[in-house]
């Protein structure tokens, strides 16, 4: 053929620009999303009941010192206790989590998003699949630290502010 | 009733076009087999209408990344959120402007080629022919090129989130001192494969299929003279431009409107 040598160039030019797309769609995978980050690795569950869930979302992150060692896989609701029910899901390799821990939902910043720390307590017993952890403290609720506040405010006014 | 009848005339004009346009379509996709009979040239389609795209696709991407990372940096820093700058550019490059902005930036550089490559075809009998010849105008010349198109626009998308995400990385991360870590953390943890990446592509691969069409459409219908040409070259991007703004609104409404 007479223009093999340009279908030969067009051919390569062609490859690379689907081995570039190829290389654009795998980075994006790989380092703009969730693929390549925190491998799902399902562990084992462990149940916390909470007065007051706040704003926790299946998959928010379990920390513990600010590691992330698990997350959320799911949250019901205990319809004879009011409270809610949250299942975490540890990852295998922290498996000496004492069960004496503390779990308290926190949030990251002022308004980020919300996460279950938990405090190690100091029992020789570790948490098993489908233990639960007894101590926990509710999500904070802006709107009721504020009702507190102003409640206080108000009564202090009223017995002690009458200079 | 002069006037009535000017505006069902108009009316009965769309129609008529809207279903050409959708008869050309099926012609289209029932001839596949043009893909495999003309590989050559829809390598050689890939070429022009692909290839030829990355240089302004590429440039286009790395600086809607880089405006984005300083505009939101500037916003995000007075709620001293900048650790979700990340987030803020690979959220709106994948979601919606690489999609959109990749389509737009086709319709202008290669469907307005195809139309005027087309209808000159057709303005110099080169369409008749080859009917007069027993070739199928259809299979012989627009398969492999409405394939090309559909083909190219999802890589060229992909290409422009990432170097969009690139050039915000280093406008947030090498100008303005946000952290590398917080950086790609933030956006690993919010940004989802399923949906956010795949229906970027889905959108993506809609929005080849519009402009292509359309493209294809206003060539193969374009009055046979040069001013004829001229203005179907002008419809191409102006309905391209719109079909895809439009039918964007209508993706993200199905997508993210759960």
């Not at chain 1, 149940?47 to 998959?59: C, M, S, T």
């Not at chain 2, 947030?172 to 917080?182: A, E, I, K, N, R």
Request: proline share 2%; glycine share 12%; aromatic share 10%.
């Amino acid at each position: 053929m007479a223009n093999s040598r340009f279908s030969l160039l067009t051919e390569a030019a062609v490859g690379a620009m689907m081995l570039l797309g190829g290389i654009a769609l795998f980075f994006l995978a790989m380092q703009v999303s969730n693929l390549g980050g925190f491998k799902r690795v399902s562990g084992y569950q462990v149940e916390a009941r909470f007065d007051n869930i706040g704003g926790l979302k299946v998959r928010s992150p379990v920390t513990m010192a600010g590691v992330r060692i698990g997350e959320v896989s799911s949250i019901g609701f205990d319809s004879t206790t009011y409270e809610a029910v949250v299942t975490l899901d540890l990852l295998p390799e922290f498996n000496q989590v004492p069960t004496d821990t503390f779990a308290k939902i926190l949030t990251q910043g002022i308004l980020g998003e919300q996460y279950i720390g938990l405090d190690p307590g100091g029992s020789e017993q570790y948490l098993q699949q489908d233990s639960e952890i007894t101590m926990t403290q509710s999500a904070f609720v802006l709107e009721e630290i504020v009702g507190q506040f102003l409640f206080s405010k108000a009564e202090e006014s009223s017995t002690g502010g009458g200079f | 009733m002069n006037w009535f009848a000017s505006i069902g005339r108009r009316g009965i004009n769309v129609l008529r076009n809207l279903g050409r346009a959708l008869l050309l379509l099926m012609a289209i996709l029932r001839a596949p087999h043009g893909l495999v009979t003309r590989f050559r040239e829809f390598l050689a389609q890939l070429y022009s209408v692909g290839v030829l795209s990355l240089l302004i696709i590429s440039v286009s991407g790395v600086f809607v990344g880089m405006v984005l990372g300083l505009q939101g940096y500037y916003i995000l820093s007075r709620f001293a959120a900048e650790s979700t700058l990340g987030v803020f550019i690979a959220a709106s490059l994948v979601r919606e402007l690489g999609p959109v902005v990749t389509a737009l930036l086709f319709a202008g550089r290669a469907g307005s080629a195809l139309t005027a490559e087309i209808g000159l075809m057709k303005a110099t009998e080169q369409l008749s022919a080859l009917e007069m010849m027993a070739v199928n105008p259809v299979s012989r010349l627009l398969v492999p090129r409405f394939f090309a198109g559909v083909v190219s626009v999802p890589l060229l998308a992909a290409m422009f989130n990432a170097l969009g995400v690139l050039g915000g990385y280093f406008v947030g991360v090498g100008l303005m001192d946000v952290d590398t870590g917080t950086f790609w953390a933030q956006m690993q943890s919010q940004v989802d494969f399923d949906k956010d990446i795949i229906n970027g592509v889905i959108k993506s691969v809609v929005f080849g299929v519009i402009c292509t069409w359309i493209a294809l459409f206003q060539g193969y219908e374009a009055v046979p003279t040069s001013e004829g040409i001229s203005r179907a070259t002008t419809r191409t991007v102006v309905h391209s431009s719109l079909a895809v703004l439009g039918m964007d609104f209508v993706l993200t409404a199905l997508m993210f409107g759960d």
